[in-house]
């Protein structure tokens, strides 16, 4: 197994394991056409990117972690380069969702407590390679990236009942912050990462 960065050509790969190990979220909802161009987006980004551990052998993508320097930045990013074409191919999901969009769009400033703008966005790993540390090692990569880009703090999102997110973050160093809900009546748990105690 090695981790690489992700490019252009793995972005299809991305939003399908977004889609199928991540079920209970509100990007997933807007299906895998909108997800990925969100991760072309990210891997594009010069603030943003993605790690993945692939098979050495066939360079099969098993897990990744997305992360950026600043939420806020890749959701303009996103709106203005693909705002119209992201948006047209999950309109109808778009629409019976419109309280969601603007939760997710409010995110991060909402949250009306001093976090870090930098954020792994998505951890997932194919649920037939899972309990082998892929999801730690591709943490663990993009917090090193975000701190040799300078980023001293780094934040994650969980569901406060996602118990086996709760524990990878906190083997990878992150510490419980706040208590947040992004969207109505979800309880979400936001973690910190510190590249001061690594």
């Given at each position: 197994m090695k981790v690489r960065l992700a490019d252009v050509a793995d972005s299809t790969r991305l939003a399908h394991l977004h889609a199928s190990r991540i079920t209970?979220?509100?990007?997933?909802?807007?299906?895998p056409?909108?997800?990925d161009r969100?991760?072309?987006?990210?891997?594009?980004?010069?603030?943003?990117?993605?790690?993945?551990?692939?098979?050495?052998?066939?360079?099969?993508?098993?897990?990744?972690?997305?992360?950026t320097s600043?939420?806020?930045?890749?959701?303009r990013s996103f709106a203005i380069h693909d705002g119209l074409v992201a948006?047209?191919?999950?309109?109808?999901?778009?629409?019976?969702?419109?309280?969601?969009?603007?939760?997710?769009?409010?995110?991060?400033?909402?949250?009306?407590t001093d976090l870090p703008a930098a954020e792994i966005l998505t951890v997932a790993v194919d649920a037939?390679?899972?309990?082998?540390?892929?999801?730690?090692?591709?943490?663990?990569?993009?917090?090193?990236?975000?701190?040799?880009?300078g980023e001293a703090a780094?934040?994650?999102?969980?569901?406060?009942?996602?118990?086996?997110?709760?524990?990878?973050?906190?083997?990878c160093g992150f510490t419980v912050r706040s208590r947040i809900e992004i969207h109505e009546g979800v309880s979400s748990?936001?973690?910190v990462w510190n590249s001061s105690s690594r």
């Open positions: 209970d979220g509100f990007l997933p909802s807007l299906g056409a909108f997800l969100l991760y072309r987006r990210i891997v594009r980004s010069a603030d943003s990117f993605a790690f993945v551990a692939t098979d050495e052998g066939s360079d099969r993508v098993l897990g990744f972690a997305a992360a600043d939420v806020g930045r890749l959701y948006g047209a191919v999950a309109a109808p999901r778009l629409l019976r969702s419109w309280r969601r969009v603007l939760e997710t769009v409010r995110y991060p400033s909402a949250d009306g037939d390679f899972g309990g082998r540390g892929i999801g730690a090692l591709v943490v663990d990569a993009a917090t090193q990236r975000l701190a040799e880009r780094v934040k994650v999102v969980a569901g406060s009942d996602n118990v086996a997110a709760l524990r990878l973050y906190e083997k748990e936001v973690l």
